[in-house]
């Protein structure tokens, strides 16, 4: 649909949920004027329920047959969540110490729970933005076409001229990343930060991240790194690919870490313990092949031989995980005052 | 063709004898003068001015992707609009009144709750030579104007729109609604609506035509129940007779056939590429489903759209809701759209055609009865 395709490419092994990314992109974006309840970019924990509540349940995307599925609008106060108050005033007079309203959601609301008994408990970050499709459902939805994908980069944004505020575009993002601005009464998305990347920068969630997890680059630079690390080491795979959207986040599989412990607390030699069908729900069967390829490199690695994969991954320099053309001569970040 | 032609035509070939008063019996609203224009929907006004109720059918011809609202169009959604008009000055003046179960209003603090609404729509162009633009917002030939009304707290948001075709309505004056007059009768459970529609000097039998959303089915944008074209006659003047007939073919006996001849023939030549109540074979999408084409669509359109189906050419679904999976991907990983799914092919010189083939070869008997028969098709059949 587009000419070329901007990517990113997210590091599962290097995310420690920190939400420098979220904090990030809400202050740059989404701190005001009806946007408060959005998080264009979040870290969730998986498994678990994400943001908004299951919206892996929630329908959208495309069936196998390339046709549009149904989808639902996720409530706020049911399924993104409310922030709420405590009786802050009350406990001072030796009140029992609760919220004023019953919390039901949040953008962290299940954060590090996980999943799995202890000892074998397990869990991992999962950072997510708009996917930026390169067959969008949210663009097939609108039924005033008010989506579009630019030629230059495929960056997929809503034209809020066009916008009617029908939801349609809601219903149909299988990874529910389009957000109702009911003040305004449109919907509104991650924009890849576009503005930033018409200046040579990488989108704020990427520059901010602490743990250096994020590549971004344009899929046909074969000198960079996304190029590399999606096209020639095959490691980033997108996720639920079975939603048919074509997403252009890419994930480096979580590597399964720890054993698993027998009864007497003895690890279990070749065991893993994240569940590769787990994995699998949602990077799709292609995740046996990566983790083996990856599981191998550091083994070579081990033994003293080079590895261009894990010198990628490692990210020695910050800035050479991001290719988007040199800034403007002489421009400068606005300072917010 | 041209407009004026198929306008003619429709005339020359209207069979047999023919008499307006069944047609301004149910699909003219007679407007009555008022001095002034009521001040809202509780000006006692109003009570002077007799109403007539229109059939709403649900939207079904084009299938939209939210889940909950298609659930909700399974249920039975045909319902009815009264319609009163007021003839003040240099406009018309509509009062629609109708039941709903509960008055949802526009929220702040949710995203996925809809406001109660309704609309009118009236062609920019009418009168003597010229066809009804179609019904889903106007054709490109035919544009239409509408207004908006959207329940508040404290009223409505009212909003003037322009539209030609489906998906292309544009709002037109300042980009904040207005408030409109839009007041919920919680004893009776009913909407009222006013809404101010300006009149040409000239107009004596105006097109309108309406809609209702309601919230609580999920109804927003196409999902929504609306009527066919109706008219409102504007007190002392004239209709020009030429005109009357062409709107009015198929509202006399001997206009329409046998609808049970008609089904038959239907059901022999629509179903590979449309959805009748009960036969759906067709993939969803293909063409507009005709479920309840016969609230929606007036006799005359139906009749055009089987021998000139080009005359209106409908720009159906959003393109990309369905992609070629047997093609080649792009080199960023994207399939081509599926142009199976389209309505129209587009020529070298950007016009564009109806897929749909032209049965101009039918006997005006056979016509007749198609017309009958799908005119029967009344929203209350089961969907697909």
């Not at chain 2, 407007?31 to 002077?48: E, F, H, N, T």
């Not at chain 2, 073919?249 to 001997?254: A, D, H, M, Q, T």
Request: net charge positive; with cysteine; proline share 8%.
């Amino acid at each position: 649909m587009s000419k070329r395709q901007l990517a990113m490419v997210m590091d599962l092994n290097k995310c420690i949920g920190c939400q420098t990314c979220t904090v990030a992109c809400k202050t740059q974006w989404t701190n005001r004027n009806g946007r408060e309840g959005m998080y264009w970019n979040n870290v969730e924990t998986k498994p678990g329920m994400g943001f908004p509540k299951k919206w892996e349940e929630q329908g959208g995307g495309f069936d196998a047959n390339g046709n549009l599925n149904e989808g639902v609008v996720p409530s706020r106060y049911n399924d993104y969540g409310v922030p709420w108050d405590y009786n802050a005033a009350e406990i001072m007079k030796a009140a029992e110490f609760k919220a004023q309203t019953e919390p039901r959601g949040g953008p962290n609301w299940d954060e590090d729970v996980g999943a799995g008994d202890f000892p074998n408990s397990y869990f991992f970050y999962l950072p997510r933005i708009c996917n930026h499709c390169s067959n969008p459902s949210c663009l097939a939805a609108c039924p005033r076409e008010a989506i579009f994908k630019r030629d230059q980069d495929g960056i997929v944004l809503v034209d809020l001229a066009r916008c009617e505020g029908n939801r349609m575009c809601i219903a149909a993002c299988p990874y529910k990343k389009i957000y109702f601005n009911p003040k305004l009464s449109k919907s509104e998305k991650c924009i890849f930060c576009f503005p930033r990347i018409e200046q040579g920068l990488p989108p704020a969630c990427a520059d901010q991240c602490v743990g250096r997890i994020r590549f971004v680059g344009y899929l046909d630079d074969v000198d960079g790194q996304v190029h590399k690390l999606v096209n020639v080491h095959k490691v980033a795979l997108p996720l639920h690919p079975e939603y048919g959207t074509q997403a252009n986040v890419y994930y480096v599989p979580p590597m399964s870490g720890p054993r698993r412990f027998d009864k007497t607390g003895k690890p279990i030699e070749g065991s893993e313990r994240i569940p590769r069908a787990y994995l699998e729900s949602l990077f799709g069967p292609a995740v046996h092949d990566v983790l083996e390829r990856m599981n191998a490199e550091v083994e070579k690695r081990k033994t003293g031989a080079p590895s261009e994969l894990l010198d990628l991954l490692i990210a020695y320099k910050h800035s050479d995980m991001f290719r988007l053309g040199k800034p403007r001569p002489g421009f400068k970040l606005p300072v917010m005052k | 063709m041209s407009a004026r032609l198929i306008a003619l035509l429709v005339v020359a070939l209207a069979p047999g004898a023919w008499a307006s008063d069944a047609f301004f019996a149910t699909e003219v609203v007679d407007a009555v003068a008022l001095p002034q224009a009521p001040s809202g929907v509780a000006d006692p006004a109003w009570a002077r001015v007799p109403g007539k109720a229109f059939t709403l059918a649900p939207q079904r011809t084009l299938r939209l992707n939210d889940k909950l609202a298609n659930e909700a169009l399974a249920a039975p959604g045909v319902s009815e609009v009264l319609v009163r008009a007021a003839h003040v000055g240099p406009a018309l003046v509509v009062l629609l009144e109708w039941s709903d179960g509960a008055a949802d209003l526009v929220r702040d603090d949710e995203v996925n709750t809809y406001a109660d609404s309704a609309a009118v729509q009236v062609p920019v162009s009418f009168g003597p030579g010229l066809r009804l633009p179609a019904i889903s917002m106007g054709d490109e030939a035919q544009p239409v104007r509408l207004w908006l009304q959207r329940a508040t707290k404290t009223g409505s948001q009212l909003s003037a729109l322009m539209a030609a075709g489906f998906g292309s309505s544009t709002r037109q004056g300042p980009a904040t609604p207005r408030e409109g007059t839009m007041a919920w009768e919680a004893a009776a459970r009913r909407w009222r609506a006013q809404f101010s529609v300006p009149l040409d000097a000239k107009a004596a039998l105006v097109p309108m035509s309406f809609a209702v959303w309601d919230g609580a089915r999920q109804e927003r944008a196409g999902n929504k129940r609306l009527s066919s074209w109706r008219f409102v006659r504007v007190p002392g003047r004239t209709p020009d007779a030429a005109y009357v007939k062409a709107m009015a073919w198929g509202f006399s006996p001997g206009d329409l056939g046998d609808p049970q001849k008609g089904k038959v023939l239907a059901e022999a030549v629509c179903v590979s590429c449309h959805h009748l109540p009960g036969r759906a074979i067709a993939p969803v999408g293909l063409a507009p489903s005709l479920v309840d084409i016969g609230v929606i669509a007036t006799p005359g359109y139906l009749r055009e759209s089987i021998v000139s189906p080009s005359e209106v050419v409908l720009y159906g679904p959003n393109p990309n809701q369905h992609y070629d999976k047997s093609q080649a991907r792009d080199p960023n990983g994207a399939y081509p759209n599926n142009d199976g799914f389209r309505w129209f092919t587009v020529g070298a010189d950007g016009k564009r055609t109806s897929k749909m083939p032209s049965f101009a070869g039918f006997s005006a008997e056979q016509l007749g009865d198609f017309v009958a028969y799908l005119k029967t098709l009344d929203g209350k059949g089961s969907t697909p």
